[in-house]
């Protein structure tokens, strides 16, 4: 009964809802596995089947390699493997000689150092390698300046001035 049939005046009579009795109860029916599945030939899906792989050696394990698999299709196994396919390299094994003593530390402390010592060392062994005439030439060369050093004449005031002095600027003021 709803909302329309009461206001248009429609008394029908209903009729009660019967129920159903329940369906016979029938035999349990199961299949194997193996017919109720659809994947298609279950026996040549079962059966394995042996790959073989070769492969051109390389500089360091020459000669021809290969890989043989059995694979199914539930499991695989490795049947066999040539040397030198895809193996990591053993490691080297290093030997100290030390046996644990470290090194002494160098000290690398600032030390004040002599004009002397200074061109000393930036004469090194590769001081003038790569000039016309060698290390003979350079040999001439410092002893033409120092020729033409001692031929010089040396100036009479040679006292030290300290730093900021402006007692030469007034020697050369006397001299114009």
Not at 15 to 25: D, F, G, L, N, Y
Not at 76 to 83: N, Q
């Amino acid at each position: 009964m709803g909302l329309f049939d009461r206001l248009l005046g429609s008394d029908k009579p209903q009729t009660p809802v019967t129920k159903r009795e329940p369906a016979k109860k029938e035999e349990a029916f199961f299949l194997d596995a193996d017919t109720s599945s659809s994947m298609g030939n279950v026996d040549f899906m079962r059966q394995s089947n042996t790959i073989r792989r070769t492969f051109p050696g390389t500089v360091d394990s020459p000669g021809s390699k290969e890989i043989i698999d059995e694979v199914a299709s539930m499991e695989a196994r490795r049947v066999v493997k040539s040397e030198g396919l895809g193996d990591p390299k053993p490691a080297e094994v290093q030997t100290d000689l030390t046996g644990g003593i470290p090194k002494a530390v160098k000290k690398t402390f600032c030390e004040p150092m002599t004009m002397a010592e200074l061109d000393e060392r930036k004469r090194g062994s590769s001081f003038g390698v790569n000039v016309p005439g060698g290390p003979a030439a350079i040999k001439a060369e410092q002893e033409q300046q120092a020729e033409a050093a001692a031929q010089q004449p040396k100036p009479a005031n040679t006292a030290q001035s300290k730093p900021g002095d402006i007692g030469a600027f007034k020697g050369w003021v006397k001299d114009l």
